[in-house]
């Protein structure tokens, strides 16, 4: 387990509502800031994503909560125009640091897309790829064992358990996200990133996928972006609403959706605008 660390200070320029630190954060976010090219498109945003908590990123098209969701795994990296500045800590440790291998940082912090992207492998493969390249498995057994309970706690096992060797394309769109969620599971994360998981979904297969975010909670912390303010209301502990790059408000999620304390927050909820 790791130690309990207290939320690191607010430097005084965030402007933010609300509550944005938490007990002993999993991650710890200090005026980050997102620049493509000359477009400041992520402005001094202080946050802290708690343990065992889901977090939703709700506002306006455009507002950057993709383009934040990304900086906790350095995935802004393979974007040429983008510069992230700003301090982003995960258990204590920079991820900015120099010594941070990118690949270990992708597997504590794993990505769930918005269309489901298994690779051109089977269902095993998909979910065994990550650990056998981080070598989380001492043989086969192993690595079965792994596979076995990634697809369980997926909610996919029943569904696959007699076809492992299909291709993870065969599978419906439901399916194939609850794949890519068993193949970030498999790695052991910390913490999950889903940027509008369900967005490509039908209502059952979205109502699988936001369950199966409640039972990972207890083992994870969730970052989701939604354009659902009912999902977000459904699945999340807290909510983050963002405007042009602006961390407006942030708080706990029956609040938020109640009693905003931001004009923007409030005409953006009660669909003013968006
Ligand atoms: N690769 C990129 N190059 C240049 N500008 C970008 C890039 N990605 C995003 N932007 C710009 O940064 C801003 C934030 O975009 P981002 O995709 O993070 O918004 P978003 O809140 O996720 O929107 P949506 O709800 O539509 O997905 C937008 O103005 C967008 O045009
Ligand atoms: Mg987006």
Known sequence: MPENRPSPPIAGSSRTIGAVTTDNPVFACRDVNV????????KHVDIDVGRSEVLAMIGPSGCGKSTFLRCLNRMNDTIESAR???????DGQDIHDRKQDVVQLRARVGMVFQKPNPFPKSIYENVAYGPRIHGLAADRGELDEIVNTSLRRAGLWEEVKDRLNHPGTSLSGGQQQRLCIARTIAVNPDVILMDEPCSALDPIATARIEDLIDELRESYAICIVTHSMQQAARVSQRTAYFHLGDLIEVGETKKIFTNPQAKLTEDYITGRFG
């Open 84 to 90: 992230v500045t700003g301090s982003i800590m995960l």
């Open 35 to 42: 620049h493509y090219g000359d477009k400041h498109a992520i």
